[in-house]
């Protein structure tokens, strides 16, 4: 199983080699061949791996631990818990679906390779539990979706990807400063100098040198998140990738941001995690009711989903820093709801630009008459968006906002009104484009003769529809596989809170080996 | 027993699936038999659950059974779970049985929709989703009914999308809702905090005393009014009421099952469910009494000046929920419940015979329009007026036991109450009479529009007519004031409200005469109606503007939300993001750039490079790590 895990992030790697050294006269089906197949097999890998996962356990399983610059303390030490496993299933489930979906320009070797090589990076920021392992990986995402947006966006991506790449590399410079000093605390303290993050927990810092450094990780994982108010990149960036990009920028590489601050901030700075709680609230509170305000003003589809997620980040935020093991694990399963429907969404709005030719919804209007199949979709995870009980995106929140209730009441009663807002605007969206009188001239699709979505799209979509189903009703194998390890980091951060200095370790006892 | 009680709402979910995957290939009238049956064969196994309980001893009336684990975190675990009691075997009777006679009533009704079997896959939903609620035995669990419900309601009300009006009511009633469910949430949310349990169980026995952890009743104020916001919303009180009117744009059996006879009454079910804490808690059983009186009477006030046939009994369905709630301020629960049923009977049988009228009118819905249709459908018409006699409340029809025992309740808690209650009634016999008045007596006001021929409907609308008819007229005789032996709906809940349903504080000397009253009430109303309505159609002085505008409460909510929300939405997103925000952000990283050369490095067009270095000799690196790690 171990070697699964380095599977993940390796073999993509190398078919993204690959695929970029194959010489330029090879068809596009040897590429699309390649990729998919490719993709698809890391799925199962991905799945092999979740179902093999002893669920009960805190700790990290199926880790892969070589030495790497031992000089520096640097080692390969890659694996997965409760927190990482279904992020790093999601990643496998999203990149398929988003190059398959993605349609003509997967015909690209140099966008297939630059997405799998973005996979790669992701698998390779989840899994790793070295702390210079995750930053080289965390890193490494910003190129290949730099290229993505930039190379194969709409007609401004230029800009827009240069302003994700600028914002994203400040964060991770100030990540950089933050995890060098880190370590080199750690290491004066008579600690041998070592990156890895289970090692490191128990470094003694002083208040306010702690404080910085939350402070620069955190600013690396909110610009990513993203947070308000770090998140103006992000409707530039969404409205002008690509489908596919879009899909795992929103749905993948935010999760980056969200996860980041759960494993590193709470595990290796829990007295200043206490310290910022109030803050990082109050912008998490801000972000929900914000976006959403935003997302109703929105005009464009596209950049509504971006002023969509940013509420929806806030509310998994908000789990996390209520620091109760209900409101984080609900965090956690967020991450994942939040990912399976708006990469549906996101795939639907591509489905219909290739229809209308616009993004604009106030231009839009009665196209459920003329599309009945991907109105019918479309409403699906407009519901699972608002958290209907029954499909997933409820649960996640419902946990998310009960667990912060019992520690910062306050915040999670203006957080739920999250709850209202987010029925305005995805209500309102879906009323502009599907509903009313206006009849609306639709391109034909090439590959169907039915103006409506083809089997071909509607099968694309189908593990999604059956995801968000499934999940909503059935959550539980996730919970019980994510809950142990994050009550080991909240009862870490409890444990800070009683104790002044920070001697605290985190308890990786439950670790599992195979 | 368990394993049929999971039928109740698993037949109805198996047909929305059915007609969802399959519906495409059957004949229409296949698929909305389908759907019927499936909610029919609901309504044979509520009535065998019923029985089963019947037969038990009435302190062991409760199946509480979980089927599986829905999803658990830290303290919190939420089942999957259905609880049959005494209060949700009645529920579950009226709800399949109602919608029984509702489906079948469609098949004809939509017969030439184009999506007609949308409409079944949709109607399937909702009932799947009203059982769930009711059979909940958890708030969670509830609560996804009570969402499911409100989702339907919203594709329903918009079944008919290309008009602007349906979509925006549709979108409406949703967002109302959901100000509700954010008071459910929160009640929720302190529950939990307080008992750290959802479960009915355990929540109602810490109210109870029973359980380890008792609630206070300071506590109990909360969380009664927090759920009541939840159920104002679900149930159309002052001022959330809004939604209900605009909601009589879906189809009109939609109206009959949604927005009549079952989903609207969930809050009053839910209000009825947590009994014992409202009874902890003075402060919030006034509160609801009092909300509920106020709508009452605000909604029939509106009532009596609207135009719109279907107008006309959605402010009344506010008006009678309002009712409902006084009776549960009051203590009433038992009349409270006893009158959501009699209502269903009378209301959906009052909508399903508009829907006939407008059927025969070609989908002309303006009463004054109308006029002496009795003389040409004689069983919608004479259905209807049984009806009406039924919600003014003359004895011996439903509306006179169930309306009395709220009222008798009432004035036990405050006369002040009962005095605005029996206002209402007056009114409430009063704007039925002058519906149906100008519907279907007096001149034959259609024939100026030309040459035109209502007919009565087909048999497949008019028998659910006629079976609404007698249960309206029979409902009463399931709780009979007269003595202790004939009050049978009483004696079947009181094991679930205890000592939260009141005892009447008066003799039955003063009862006899509030009884009369009650009676004259009546009769006064539907003598001031034929005095007016049926001399004349145009009255413009009893038909007041503000009062057709239902008091300006939409106008007036819309100028202070809506207006100001939309006007923020457009300054946030045109203004503060892209410019205050992002500028300040933007900001930031020039002044850093200023003083930084990479930054100006990146902005000058090396980023691909720069960025392809980075990523080169991240591939690199992985390769060093593949070589070491292999070999």
Redesign the interface.
């Known amino acids: 199983m171990t070697s699964l895990v380095?599977a993940l992030?390796?073999f993509p790697?190398v078919v993204a080699?690959f695929l970029a050294l194959l010489p330029k006269s090879s068809s596009k089906a040897i590429t699309q061949s390649i990729t998919t197949v490719a993709m698809v097999a890391l799925l199962i890998a991905a799945a092999v791996i979740a179902v093999t996962f002893k669920a009960g356990f805190s700790g990290y399983q199926f880790v892969s631990s070589?030495s790497?610059i031992p000089a520096f303390g640097i080692s390969?030490k890659m694996g997965v818990d409760g927190i990482s496993l279904f992020l790093v299933v999601l990643t496998a489930v999203i990149f398929p679906i988003a190059y398959i979906g993605a349609g003509e320009k997967g015909n690209s070797k140099s966008f297939a390779a630059w997405l799998l090589?973005l996979e790669a990076a992701c698998f390779g920021s989840f899994l790793s539990i070295d702390l210079f392992a995750f930053f080289?990986t965390f890193?490494?995402t910003?190129?290949?979706a730099?290229?993505i947006i930039?190379s194969w966006g709409y007609e401004k991506s230029g800009p827009a990807a240069?302003k994700f790449?600028?914002?994203t590399?400040?964060g991770s410079a100030l990540l950089l400063v933050g995890m060098l000093a880190l370590v080199f605390i750690h290491a004066s303290q008579g600690h041998p100098i070592t990156f890895d993050i289970t090692k490191l927990t128990n470094t003694t810092m002083a208040s306010s040198t702690e404080k910085w450094l939350f402070a620069a990780f955190t600013a690396a994982f909110a610009v990513k998140a993203p947070m308000f108010?770090?998140?103006?990149w992000s409707?530039d960036a969404y409205r002008q990738s690509p489908t596919a990009g879009v899909m795992v920028l929103a749905a993948v590489m935010a999760k980056l941001g969200t996860y980041g601050i759960l494993r590193f901030d709470l595990s290796l700075f829990p007295h200043a995690t206490i310290a910022f709680t109030p803050l990082i609230l109050t912008l998490a509170v801000i972000g929900i009711i914000?976006g959403a305000?935003?997302a109703?003003?929105?005009k464009d589809v596209k950049r509504m989903l971006a002023y969509s997620s940013l509420s929806h980040m806030g509310f998994i935020i908000l789990g996390i820093f209520g620091l109760?093991?209900?409101g984080a694990?609900?965090g956690v399963l967020q991450m994942i709801n939040h990912g399976i429907y708006t990469a549906a969404l996101f795939l639907l709005v591509g489905y219909l630009y290739a229809k209308t030719d616009i993004f604009d919804m106030s231009k839009m209007g009665?196209l459920?008459?003329k599309l009945p199949i991907l109105a019918g979709i479309f409403?699906l995870f407009v519901?699972a968006s608002v958290g209907?009980?029954?499909l997933s995106g409820?649960?996640g929140e419902?946990?998310i906002?009960?667990?912060t209730?019992?520690g910062h009441r306050w915040w999670?009663?203006v957080g739920?009104?999250g709850?209202?807002l987010s029925?305005?605007y995805m209500?309102?969206s879906y009323?502009q484009i599907?509903?009313?009188?206006k009849e609306m001239a639709l391109a034909e699709d090439s590959t169907s003769k039915s103006l409506d979505l083809s089997v071909r799209q509607i099968s694309v979509l189908a593990p999604l529809v059956l995801l968000v189903v499934l999940v909503g009703?059935?959550?539980?194998p996730l919970?019980?596989r994510?809950?142990p390890s994050?009550?080991a980091l909240i009862s870490h951060v409890d444990a800070a809170k009683n104790a002044p200095a920070a001697i605290a370790k985190l308890n990786v006892s439950g670790k599992v080996t195979h | 027993m368990n394993s049929l009680l999971v039928l109740v709402p698993v037949l109805p979910l198996a047909g929305f699936f059915i007609n969802l995957f399959f519906g495409a290939r059957l004949p229409k009238k296949v698929s909305g038999a389908l759907a019927t049956v499936a909610v029919g064969i609901a309504f044979v196994i509520a009535v065998i659950e019923y029985s089963h309980l019947l037969s038990l001893a009435s302190a062991n009336r409760v199946i509480d059974t979980n089927l599986f684990t829905w999803f658990a975190g830290g303290a919190l675990t939420i089942h999957f779970g259905l609880y049959l009691d005494p209060l949700s075997s009645v529920m579950i009777l009226f709800v399949t049985g109602v919608a029984t006679l509702i489906h079948a009533y469609s098949i004809a009704y939509m017969e030439h929709d184009p999506r007609m079997k949308t409409f079944f896959v949709y109607l399937n939903l909702f009932v799947f989703s009203m059982l769930v609620l009711v059979l909940a035995n958890n708030f969670v669990v509830a609560f996804l009914g009570w969402e499911g419900v409100g989702a339907c309601s919203y594709w329903l009300i918009s079944f008919w999308f290309d008009r602007d009006s349906a979509a925006s009511a549709g979108k409406k009633a949703f967002i109302i809702n959901r100000v509700g469910d954010f008071g459910y949430l929160l009640g929720m949310f302190y529950i939990f905090d307080i008992v750290k349990s959802l479960d009915y169980h355990n929540v109602l026995g810490s109210a109870l005393g029973s359980g380890s952890l008792a609630i206070s009743p300071h506590q109990a104020t909360v969380i009664a009014l927090l759920l009541f916001v939840g159920a104002a919303g679900k149930s159309a009180q002052v001022p959330l009421f809004v939604w209900l009117v605009d909601a009589m744009e879906g189809p009109t059996p939609v109206s009959a099952l949604i927005h009549a006879a079952t989903m609207v009454t969930a809050g009053v079910y839910l209000m009825a469910r947590i009994a014992p804490i409202i009874h902890l808690s003075t402060v919030a059983s006034t509160t609801i009494a009092i909300v509920g009186v106020s709508t009452a009477f605000i909604a029939a006030m509106a009532a009596t000046a609207q135009n719109d046939i279907k107008k006309v009994l959605a402010y009344s369905t506010v008006s009678q929920l309002g009712y409902m709630f006084l009776g549960i301020g009051s203590g009433a629960y038992v009349a409270a419940i006893f009158l959501m049923v009699t209502h269903a009977f009378y209301k959906a049988l009052l909508f399903l015979g508009s829907g006939s009228v407008i059927h025969a009118m070609n989908d002309e819905q303006d009463i004054k329009k109308m006029g002496a249709l009795y003389k040409v459908m004689p069983i919608t018409g004479f259905t209807f007026v049984i009806a009406w006699l039924s919600i003014a409340g003359l004895p011996p029809f439903s509306g006179f036991f169930s309306k009395g025992d709220v009222l008798l309740a009432a004035y036990s808690k405050s006369p002040i109450l009962w005095l605005v209650g029996a206002v209402t009634a007056v009114l409430t016999a009063y704007y039925m009479g002058r519906e149906v008045y100008l519907v279907f007596f007096g001149g034959a006001r259609y024939k100026e529009a030309g040459d035109f021929h209502p007919h009565e409907s087909p048999k497949l609308m008019t028998y659910p007519l006629i079976i609404l008819a007698v249960l309206s007229i029979l409902g009463g005789l399931m709780n009979l004031g007269f003595s202790s032996g004939t009050d049978f709906l009483t004696n079947w809940l009181v094991p679930v409200f205890g000592s939260a349903e009141r005892q009447l504080s008066f003799g039955s000397g003063t009862k006899a005469i509030l009884e009369i009253g009650d009676i004259v009430f009546a009769a006064i109303g539907i003598f001031l109606a034929s005095r007016v309505w049926l001399r004349s159609a145009i009255n413009p002085a009893l038909e007041r503007d503000i009062l057709r505008r239902g008091w300006g409460v939409d106008e007036f909510l819309n100028l202070l939300f809506s207006r100001q929300g939309e006007k923020l939405a457009d300054e946030l997103n045109g203004f503060v993001d892209p410019l205050v925000i992002d500028g300040a952000v933007v900001g930031g990283a020039k002044l850093v750039r200023s003083s930084a050369g990479v930054m100006r490095l990146l902005q000058n067009g090396y980023v691909r490079s720069y960025a392809l270095v980075i990523s080169l000799g991240m591939v690199v690196l992985l390769g060093y790590v593949v070589t070491r790690a292999s070999f």
């Open positions: 380095e992030i390796i790697a080699l070589y790497w390969w090589l080289v890193e490494l910003l190129i290949p730099y290229f930039g240069i790449f600028i914002y590399f400040l108010p770090f998140h103006t409707p914000y305000i935003v109703a003003g929105e109760t093991s209900i694990a609900g009665g459920q008459k409403t519901m209907l009980p029954g409820f649960v419902f946990m906002l009960l667990g209730f019992s999670a009663v739920a009104t709850v209202i029925a305005v209500l309102w009323q599907f509903h009313g009188s009703v059935y959550p539980r919970l019980s994510i809950t994050v009550n």
